[in-house]
């Protein structure tokens, strides 16, 4: 079964710096993607960015970009001139890429905390 | 449509009683999931609906819970004899059938089992 590890519970960032949140993922699988989700205080979880496992170059959306090493199977989100609504839990997510697996495997979670 | 909505957002409720949760997925999205989520942790995955056919349920899915999507529209989400420990956030989402669907997620159901 595949898992997904988020060994960050809790990280900060002055407003305007940059942020890295960690993931790791342990499959056996070859073809899958990957999420990283985004859920604010009382608020429901939206999608930051993906990642299909079988493209090298890595994600970006806006300020929003990701470092895939497949071989490592590790999947880091870096978030750039953070601003206060960035504050929220964040989620890395693994889905299989079969057909008959449609379910998403989430991590921990980290709490990001933005300093003004 | 303004997204996925889940109805009620708490539900409070004595143990042993038995409680329903509804979804209503985004119209054209045939695809519809069930999560679990505990406080301070990441969803678990509960079930899964293509249209009105149940395709994948989790062993977390114990015999007390049942899902249904009879018209493959709304679901509903079941609890029997609820337990303290079935105190969590259910969250449904739904997708469409494309081949990286993203799941859409509602604002989910809090359920306090006193």
């Known amino acids: 079964a595949q898992t997904v590890t988020q060994s960050q519970p809790e990280m900060s960032v002055q407003e305007a710096e940059t942020v890295t949140l960690s993931c790791t993922y342990d499959?056996?699988?070859?073809?899958?993607?990957l999420f990283w989700y985004k859920q604010p205080p009382s608020r429901q979880m939206i999608l930051v960015i993906r990642?299909?496992?079988?493209?090298?170059q890595n994600a970006t959306e806006n300020r929003f970009s990701v470092n895939f090493q497949k071989a490592a199977k590790s999947f880091s989100l870096k978030i750039s001139d953070s601003q206060l609504g960035d504050a929220a839990m964040y989620f890395c997510?693994?889905?299989?890429?079969?057909?008959?697996?449609?379910?998403?495997?989430f991590g921990q979670g980290t709490r990001l905390t933005i300093n003004p | 449509d303004t997204g996925v909505s889940q109805n009620p957002r708490h539900k409070i409720t004595k143990r042993g009683q038995n409680v329903t949760f509804r979804c209503d997925p985004i119209s054209e999205h045939n695809r519809l999931y069930w999560y679990r989520q505990t406080l301070g942790q990441g969803p678990e995955f509960l079930t899964y609906f293509q249209n009105e056919a149940q395709l994948e349920k989790s062993r977390l899915l114990s015999d007390r819970f049942s899902a249904e999507r009879p018209k493959g529209s709304f679901s509903t989400l079941e609890i029997q004899r609820t337990e303290q420990g079935d105190s969590a956030m259910y969250l449904c989402a739904s997708s469409s059938w494309t081949a990286v669907d993203e799941q859409f997620f509602g604002p989910g159901t809090r359920l306090t089992v006193l």
């Open positions: 990642q299909e496992a079988y493209k090298q």
């Open positions: 499959t056996s699988e070859s073809d899958y993607y």
């Open positions: 997510a693994y889905r299989s890429d079969n057909q008959g697996a449609q379910k998403l495997v």
